[in-house]
């Protein structure tokens, strides 16, 4: 397999991702299996979970795809006890598990447009369930997980990092919920650091800008591929001037979990944003 770009040896680690049948943690399951690590593939779609998997052995590492529900503690349990016998306790932990959803989302940015577009839905029909779901896919989505193998890693020099956005210092409009959810993913990743810094366990976040994936694609690009409205805004303010690359995102992420190179950084949200949060607008 290819050496990491950061050369973070993670030989017999176990490295446990949530939400790995994705493009983004998917990529970062492979990336520690690239520089070492024994990962466990956890992921919902159990199809996509050994994709991934089998992609990793077939290049040389160690995989195993486990079909996981983030929010089902007896699930996790369940899964826990599977990779303590297959690989032993965990050693890095990635809450990659989250996500937003159509129900939680507004048509419109500014209240007055309501009246411009037909059947819009606004802030007023925000469906409960919808944002109760946001809410707990990415809240509880990495609070169980951590519960079910934070315990592994204490006095282990263990690693957890949590996937935080820039939405949580910036919320984007429409998306209410997904804002708001993962601004307390930050706070929950400070409160963490604090709880487990006598105990051998760092917690760390990322907080990725905009890069193009499965689940913001149509907002971003219309069906016959030219950017939308939105996109424009985007990158205007983006004063690189892009949407970032998926592989632009490791290099943090084998950095926050380097108990060589980080081991005294704990309870930060490192953005990852081409200078988004950087730029006022003038």
């Known amino acids: 397999m ?8 993670l030989t017999g680690k176990v490295c446990v991702v949530t939400g790995a049948g994705g493009a983004i943690c998917g990529m970062f399951a492979e990336k520690l299996a690239a520089a070492g690590g024994k990962v466990a593939v956890l992921d919902l779609n159990e199809e996509a979970a050994k994709q991934v998997a089998d992609s990793i052995t077939a290049q040389g590492g160690i ?12 699930n996790l349990d369940e899964i826990h006890q599977q990779i303590l016998a297959d690989f032993g306790p965990c050693d890095v932990l990635i809450n990659g598990a989250g996500g937003n959803n159509p129900r939680a989302t507004t048509d419109n ?25 946001v809410f707990s896919l990415n809240w509880m989505g990495t609070l169980l997980p951590v519960q079910v193998f934070a315990g592994d890693m204490i006095d282990r020099n263990g690693n957890i990092l949590n996937i935080a956005s820039m939405n949580a210092y910036t919320p984007l409009t429409k998306i209410p919920a997904y804002s708001g959810a993962k601004a307390a993913i930050v706070n929950f990743t400070q409160w963490l650091a604090t709880h487990f810094a006598k105990s051998g366990i760092r917690v760390n976040a990322i907080a990725p800008g905009f890069f193009v994936g499965n689940q913001n694609r149509r907002l971003l690009f219309n069906e016959d591929g030219t950017p939308t409205a939105r996109t424009a805004k985007i990158l205007a303010g983006t004063p690189m001037g892009r949407f970032g690359e998926l592989e632009e995102l490791v290099g943090s992420v084998l950095f926050l979990i380097n108990n060589d190179a980080a081991g005294f950084i704990t309870g930060v949200c490192l953005p990852i944003d081409g200078g988004y949060s950087a730029y006022s607008g003038v």
């Open 109 to 133: 940015e500014y209240h007055y447009e309501a009246k411009d577009i037909e059947n819009c839905k606004t802030f007023f029909d925000l469906d409960k369930a919808g944002v109760e779901f």
């Open 63 to 74: 995989a195993k795809a486990y079909k996981a529900n983030v929010l089902d503690r007896a």
């Open 2 to 9: 290819e050496k990491n770009v950061l050369n973070t040896d």
